[in-house]
């Protein structure tokens, strides 16, 4: 299931039974299916899919939730609503490029390295 934005993700939680409300800006809430707790406790950021229970602490990001429901996970669920705003690069006493980190908008960081084809790992 190919998510990309809120509404995808609220049909996608309502497509299991749950029932999913906007809070304020970009955060949804719900009840933790993970504590049972019905007092609305879970946040899911529906740009990042990042989620917490802030009675639980239950955490992770959105393929992590689709595990939980038996649905296999998509890495690449919220491809398109990231942006690079910065590269870090990180390389041996030659100069020769190790890894970078890459940091995307909305805030996220995300280490890769080169693959020797010229793409990234």
């Not at 509404?7 to 809070?23: N, P, T």
């Not at 908008?105 to 390295?113: G, L």
Request: proline share 3%.
């Amino acid at each position: 299931m190919q998510m990309q934005n809120e509404l995808d993700i609220q049909a996608y939680f309502e497509s299991k039974g749950i029932q999913i409300k906007r809070r304020s800006g970009d955060e949804l809430i719900t009840d933790c299916f993970f504590c049972g707790d019905t007092k609305a406790h879970l946040y899911i950021h529906k740009l990042t899919g990042q989620y917490c229970c802030h009675k639980c602490h239950s955490k992770g990001n959105l393929p992590t939730l689709m595990a939980h429901f038996g649905d296999k996970p998509s890495y690449n669920l919220l491809e398109n609503k990231r942006k690079i705003v910065a590269t870090y690069d990180y390389t041996d006493e030659s100069g020769n490029l190790l890894f970078q980190v890459v940091r995307y908008d909305p805030k996220d960081f995300r280490q890769r390295r080169p693959d020797g084809k010229g793409g990234w790992i």
